[in-house]
């Protein structure tokens, strides 16, 4: 069965410096979350969208911003990049469950990145 | 969403059933409980969830108290690959809202 894609899996970057990172969600699910994990730290919801509206806003900082587009998938922006950014960032999909829940989450594989 | 409590760690033999508790008094009467585990590094993954009565599935079962105050995982026969990271998180019923992960419980399965 298909799975949460995220793209690139491993990204290098120096500080002061952009990347995006990618995700496309399980076909047919309507609703991505970003998570970002520190080395040692539990998951830390930054954000989440539902039918390309954004949904929910946790502990993202101003200089990220993200966006789900008409396929549904879905890209964080991060720029000014900081040594503390460096992180596992974790893209997860579920679609709307109409009996009552959040549903379940999906989550990819992670993309990690370095800031140097 | 309601504070969770976990155990920092527990440990569990091989064959044996774990429990894992959760402790969140101030659970409001629209949240679930939902549990997910991590293994190393990677993604979080999808256990069970439930609001007021137990449930089971084919990876464990979750007993919410009546006074859904606290609940507890079951893991029914351990084995060594179910060494994670446990997280009981309380969350709100609409989609696109967060799973705020709190500080789960670290499972260690020995042989």
């Known amino acids: 069965a298909a799975g949460v894609i995220q793209s690139p899996r491993h990204l290098i970057k120096e500080k002061r410096e952009t990347a995006t990172l990618k995700c496309y969600p399980i076909?047919?699910?309507?609703?991505v979350y970003w998570y970002q994990q520190g080395p040692g730290q539990d998951p830390q919801f930054l954000i989440s969208?539902?039918?390309?509206?954004?949904?929910d806003k946790g502990s993202i900082p101003d200089r990220f911003s993200a966006q789900q587009f008409s396929d549904y998938h879905s890209e964080l922006n991060m720029s000014s990049l900081e040594l503390g950014d460096s992180a596992l960032y974790f893209c997860?999909?579920?679609?709307?469950?109409?009996?009552?829940?959040?549903?379940?989450?999906?989550f990819g594989e992670g993309s990690r990145l370095t800031v140097l | 969403d309601a504070k969770t409590t976990q155990p920092t760690s527990m440990d569990c033999a091989e064959g044996r059933a774990a429990n894992l508790p959760c402790n969140h008094s101030?659970?409001?009467?629209?949240?679930?409980v939902y549990w997910y585990r991590q293994i190393h590094s990677q993604g979080p993954q999808y256990i069970i969830h439930g609001l007021k009565n137990n449930e089971t599935n084919e990876m464990a079962s979750l007993i919410i108290t009546e006074d859904r105050k606290s609940s507890t995982l079951i893991l029914p026969h351990a084995t060594l690959r179910d060494t994670a990271v446990y997280y009981c998180?309380?969350?709100?019923?609409?989609?696109?809202?967060?799973?705020?992960f709190g500080k789960g419980t670290s499972l260690l399965v020995t042989p």
């Open positions: 997860a999909s579920s679609l709307k469950n109409l009996a009552g829940g959040p549903g379940e989450l999906f």
């Open positions: 998180i309380a969350a709100k019923s609409n989609s696109g809202y967060a799973l705020n």
């Open positions: 101030t659970i409001s009467g629209n949240e679930y």
């Open positions: 969208f539902y039918e390309k509206m954004q949904s």
């Open positions: 076909p047919r699910h309507d609703t």
